[in-house]
């Protein structure tokens, strides 16, 4: 697979009208972004489905899957779509999959205990339906979302490597260092272009106020020194600017190039603004795209 090092994740590419999300996506091949993700939270379309929509509308860029949820599917279910669009878009299709978090999988009606356990488990019954499942043209890579040492663990002995999100550039190092240097690492990075401290702020923590009520999240960024005056409010300033790279486009690409520098593969770019909405998205991208040599 052949994505370059910089792509786009936003939440609207898999909530969008199917026109507007084929627009969009391919306006992010044209600027020469070589990825665009969809996720499976609530109020999303089906990833898969979206994903062979995207696909089809786009000649080279690939479509990630991020993060779809192993409680919204059986395992057999999973590795079908996998097989599906590894085989019909050979190099182009990346198979995120991931446990979620205890709120959201409760209200799915699943006991979310021992989630390492459920992920290994699910992992065997992947491999299984692998086995009667066809042959595809080319097997996607398939990476695992994680945050804390043994699910990256998992994802480096399990999987082709991992998608981080919500994580800071110091995420990606030690995340590295447990993957080793042949698996692939891929985290997402919020960005603002926005030079105004207080606007960029204002728009980072609307986005991270949801995150910061999952146990998963918190847990993380305590190993990497934050504290619960950091959580409180939206977000101190330091968790902020950790979370959410704002400023001049300049300053936005050289926090993607220390990502890159920590040992990334790729960083997926979620461009925030005050309604989730794709054209203020590619308004951000298209600014972007020189300052990150695309």
């Given at each position: 697979?052949?994505?370059?090092?910089v792509?786009?994740w936003?939440?609207?590419?898999?909530?969008?009208?199917?026109?507007?999300?084929?627009?969009?996506?391919?306006?992010?091949?044209?600027?020469?972004?070589?990825?665009?993700?969809?996720?499976?939270?609530?109020?999303?379309?089906?990833?898969?489905?979206?994903?062979?929509?995207?696909?089809?509308?786009?000649?080279r860029?690939?479509?990630?899957?991020?993060?779809v949820?192993?409680?919204?599917?059986?395992?057999?279910?999973?590795?079908?779509g996998?097989?599906?669009?590894?085989?019909?878009?050979p190099?182009r299709?990346?198979?995120?999959?991931?446990?979620?978090h205890?709120?959201?999988?409760?209200m799915?009606g699943?006991?979310?205990?021992k989630?390492?356990t459920?992920?290994?488990?699910?992992?065997?019954?992947?491999?299984?339906?692998r086995?009667i499942?066809?042959?595809?043209?080319?097997?996607?890579?398939?990476l695992?979302?994680?945050?804390?040492?043994?699910?990256?663990?998992?994802?480096?002995?399990?999987a082709?490597?991992?998608?981080?999100y919500?994580?800071p550039?110091?995420?990606?190092?030690?995340?590295r260092?447990?993957?080793?240097?042949?698996?692939?690492l891929?985290?997402?990075?919020a960005?603002?272009?926005e030079?105004?401290?207080?606007?960029a702020?204002?728009?980072?923590?609307?986005h991270?106020s949801?995150?910061?009520t999952?146990?998963?999240?918190?847990?993380?960024l305590?190993?990497?020194?934050?504290?619960?005056?950091d959580?409180?409010?939206?977000?101190?300033?330091r968790?902020?600017?950790?979370?959410?790279?704002?400023g001049?486009?300049e300053t936005?690409?050289k926090?993607?190039?220390?990502?890159?520098?920590?040992?990334?593969?790729?960083?997926?770019?979620?461009p925030?603004?005050?309604?989730?909405?794709l054209?203020?998205?590619?308004a951000?991208?298209?600014?972007?795209?020189?300052?990150?040599g695309?």
């Amino acid at each position: 697979m052949d994505a370059g090092h910089v792509g786009v994740w936003h939440p609207m590419i898999g909530k969008a009208p199917a026109g507007e999300a084929r627009r969009a996506a391919a306006e992010i091949e044209e600027l020469g972004y070589g990825s665009a993700w969809v996720n499976d939270g609530w109020g999303s379309k089906d990833p898969f489905t979206c994903a062979a929509v995207l696909l089809a509308a786009t000649r080279r860029l690939a479509i990630g899957a991020g993060i779809v949820s192993i409680w919204s599917r059986d395992a057999t279910a999973m590795a079908a779509g996998e097989v599906t669009l590894g085989d019909a878009f050979p190099g182009r299709f990346l198979m995120g999959i991931g446990v979620s978090h205890g709120p959201l999988v409760s209200m799915r009606g699943h006991d979310y205990a021992k989630p390492l356990t459920a992920m290994s488990r699910y992992l065997d019954g992947m491999d299984d339906a692998r086995k009667i499942l066809p042959t595809p043209q080319a097997q996607a890579p398939r990476l695992l979302a994680a945050l804390r040492p043994r699910m990256l663990e998992l994802s480096r002995d399990r999987a082709g490597g991992a998608h981080t999100y919500f994580v800071p550039p110091e995420h990606t190092l030690l995340a590295r260092d447990i993957l080793g240097p042949d698996r692939l690492l891929v985290p997402e990075q919020a960005v603002v272009v926005e030079t105004d401290p207080a606007r960029a702020r204002e728009i980072a923590r609307a986005h991270m106020s949801p995150y910061l009520t999952l146990p998963n999240y918190l847990g993380n960024l305590r190993t990497l020194g934050f504290s619960d005056e950091d959580f409180a409010d939206g977000g101190s300033d330091r968790l902020t600017d950790a979370i959410v790279a704002w400023g001049s486009a300049e300053t936005v690409a050289k926090r993607i190039g220390t990502h890159l520098d920590a040992g990334a593969d790729h960083v997926a770019i979620q461009p925030l603004s005050p309604e989730p909405e794709l054209a203020d998205a590619l308004a951000q991208l298209r600014l972007l795209a020189p300052a990150l040599g695309l």
